[in-house]
């Protein structure tokens, strides 16, 4: 390929690694709907008067930008090197791209292989095969329903989560490097934290340069509004260039300008964008295809599904309502087939079942359920509070998914990635034994470990619930250590576990900009 000028002062490397970037891009995109559409505009384009053939290259792109293709197109390429794993050795396997430690490939290995038993273990103590069509009364009746499932009452009490949270904790709590022992022969420093294996986390000089706009010095929206009387100017002008961001459609544009906060008006389109979230008409034609796999296809996960948000999401006061959307959106989820492309980049890899008869040979294995992902109690709570922000089920659908294959994976899958589990825990537990020790050793002594994966899914949902009522949406790892610094006090007066349990009960009256600006640039030092 022809690279151009501006690549002249990069080295060898930097442009070659340019280069495959650049057509692992366009691999993706070939096989992408975008790409059919695109190929099908330009060919439509050629009849027009102002595209002519001694300017052929240049007429078509000016037509491209303006009927804005040239945005979709720009908006996708930034979603994929928002996805894409970053690059490694060329000759490295390919296991290496998924998981560069070996340690922690196999304690993922192994993790797989323990929920695999466990749902396994289930179907055959109550004899329910993993799949199986419904019949033509069970699928009149379920799509009778379908908009009224959270009145439905089916008996529940056999089916048991394939795992909690507290069990996930536990494997990462035993997590250990073979070949790494600190330097420590006593073993004292290591039994501090919860989390003991040797991960790069930032510090806190690093995550102020790279939480930037959360200084003292930046203007932030949502600050004391309600104390405002009326509008300040910095307000009015954010909000209308919010408005032209858009208006222009442009992820990178709409990821930059939310680091200031975003209006409660904007919020909805402006994670769409970001997201890359188009909810046309073929968007709505795939969701309505999923919804009717799902009446006809009855799978053992379903009822996992049904479990998992009678347990969660029924009895909090914040999402009770939107029961019947968790059961739409989980269940579609399920069957989901684009969901698998993520394990490209996972540490993780899709459960597969063998037709019956046919155990262990490979071309009779398919993966189960069909988006590879098994869910776990806690798992509506990924949902859950984006039900506030979108009512139509195909687009709630989309975002969710978007967000899982970009962010939520890496919240259930044991890697070395900087914004997987190991790492937020890590870092969790290094700012406050660095910049709170006595809380730290206190919550310690009295057998309350403060670590992220203390409340796993709930500190997620908890943070979600502050950004609907604040308007911002900062790192959970920094959010987590920001709202124990808040609750120290209370904290360190605390005697029990379930005494620190009901001081972090509920946070849904934090405010989330005062906190974080605290936390980073005034109180530590």
Known sequence: MELGPELEGESELEK?????TIARIVQRLRGSPLHSELEQEARTSLHKSEVRIESLKEDLKEFLRKSGWEKKLQNAVYRELNVLPELGHPSAPPEHTKEGLMYIRRAQVN????????????????????AKKRSADEQRELLHKWNEMGTDE??????????????FLEVLINLRNPNYNGGDPTGLHSSWGLINVPLPVKDLPEL??????????YEQLGIDDSLRISPEPFEIEYIRLGQKVLSEQDSAAAQQYIRQGCPTTLRADMWAIILNVNNELEDSLYYEQLKANVIQHDLLVDNLIYKDVKLTASNDDYYFVFEDYLYQVLLCFSRDALVLDHFNYSSASPPKSYIKGKLALEDYAVVYPPNGVVPFHGFAMYVAPLCFLYHEPSKLYKVFREMYVRFFFRLHNISSHSSGIVSLCL??????????????????????????????LEILAARMKIINISGW????????????????????????LAAAEAVLA????????????????????
């Open 506 to 525: 509920d946070l849904s009256t934090l405010q989330v900009m005062p906190l974080l600006q605290l936390f980073l640039f005034a109180t530590l030092n």
């Open 16 to 20: 070659r690694q340019l280069s495959v």
């Open 111 to 130: 993790w797989e292989k323990r929920v695999l038993k466990s749902l396994n273990s289930m179907c055959t103590e109550m004899s329910i095969p993993l």
């Open 427 to 456: 870092l969790f537990e290094t700012l406050i034994q660095t910049y709170l020790p006595q809380l730290f050793y206190h919550l310690r002594e009295i057998g309350a470990q403060p670590i992220l994966g203390y409340n796993s």
């Open 154 to 167: 089916p008996d529940l009490s056999h089916f048991r989560p394939v795992y909690a949270p507290k069990d």
């Open 473 to 496: 949406s900062p790192s959970s790892r920094l959010l987590a250590a920001a709202v124990f610094a808040y609750r120290a006090e209370n904290l360190m007066e605390a005697t029990s």
């Open 208 to 217: 102020r340069e790279l939480y930037t706009e959360l200084g003292l010095n």
